[in-house]
């Protein structure tokens, strides 16, 4: 049996699951897991099915579901595929270490297709791991000419998503827009406190008890995309801003991996800034 993940999203409106569900069961297709969420501020309705069956016409399928359903419905339906993805970094490497190693033992539920840098410093780590290395030097170049030559690498890819992992470069309304909602950044702060740079010196002056970090997907809002999850780490007058940074890689860690989870399985929506995060 073939599974299939069907993501909905329309205005809200008495007996929606029902019909939902009757056109599956028409195309005889196995409901094996639902999930929904009524967004009652924006009457907005939300629904992620876990199917099996044979859908060989999923355009039909997406047919009647559109006519069961209110104007400006969305319909996505999402054939079991692994994800492929680009990563883009700057010097640091325990975020981008984290998802080479679990892309070596195949537990990232998606395809590193390559790495890419604008400096040389992980070039090696991530040779050794099988991955292709690009290096785009940001030197003595603009932001429009930068921004050409990774998106001459990006395009040779088949690529879902691209991973900011630790990538220390603020990217152009016309970058982002090339790839709207396909662009995963791990900002270094619990956002919205300590936006942009040093936000860890930024939080050992202000003398904060907890610090965090937030994946989002990029807008061109500097971090100020639809937040896909959040941690935070305890920390007290002890810590120097050192220790607030070595505390810190390890949250950011869990964090992106958490949320390139939660994307790579189809459980996020967006809905203007915000996300609705089925877990």
Not at 62 to 68: Q, R
Not at 144 to 149: L, S, W
């Amino acid at each position: 049996m073939n599974e299939l993940t069907i993501l909905i999203s329309c205005p809200d409106q008495v007996g929606l699951v029902t019909h939902i569900t009757r056109v599956l069961a028409a195309h005889q297709l196995n409901i094996i897991a639902m999930r929904e969420f009524v967004d009652e501020a924006n009457k907005a309705f939300f629904t992620r099915i876990g199917c099996t069956g044979d859908f060989e016409d999923t355009a039909k399928l997406k047919e009647k579901l559109l006519e069961s359903l209110p104007d400006a419905a969305e319909v996505n339906l999402i054939a079991q595929k692994e994800k492929q993805i680009a990563v883009l970094v700057t010097k640091e490497y325990h975020c981008l270490a984290e998802i080479l190693i679990k892309n070596q033992f195949k537990t990232l539920g998606a395809n590193v297709q390559c790495v890419i840098g604008n400096y040389e410093a992980l070039r090696d780590f991530t040779e050794k791991l099988g991955i292709p290395y690009f290096y785009v030097d940001h030197n003595g170049k603009n932001k429009a000419e930068f921004e050409n030559e990774l998106k001459a690498i990006i395009n040779n890819f088949d690529v879902d998503y691209l991973v900011l992992a630790k990538f220390m470069r603020i990217l152009s309304a016309d970058f982002v827009r090339d790839y709207a909602g396909k662009i995963i950044n791990i900002h270094h702060s619990f956002l919205p406190a300590f936006i942009g740079a040093n936000p860890y010196r930024q939080a050992f002056e202000r003398g904060v008890k907890i610090i965090g970090a937030t994946a989002h997907f990029v807008t061109d809002n500097l971090d100020e995309g639809p937040i896909i999850t959040q941690h935070t780490s305890h920390v007290d007058h002890n810590f120097g801003v050192k220790e607030m940074v070595r505390s810190g890689k390890e949250v950011e860690k869990k964090v992106l991996l958490e949320a390139l989870e939660l994307v790579f399985e189809d459980r996020v929506f967006v809905s203007g800034n915000k996300t609705v995060v089925f877990k």
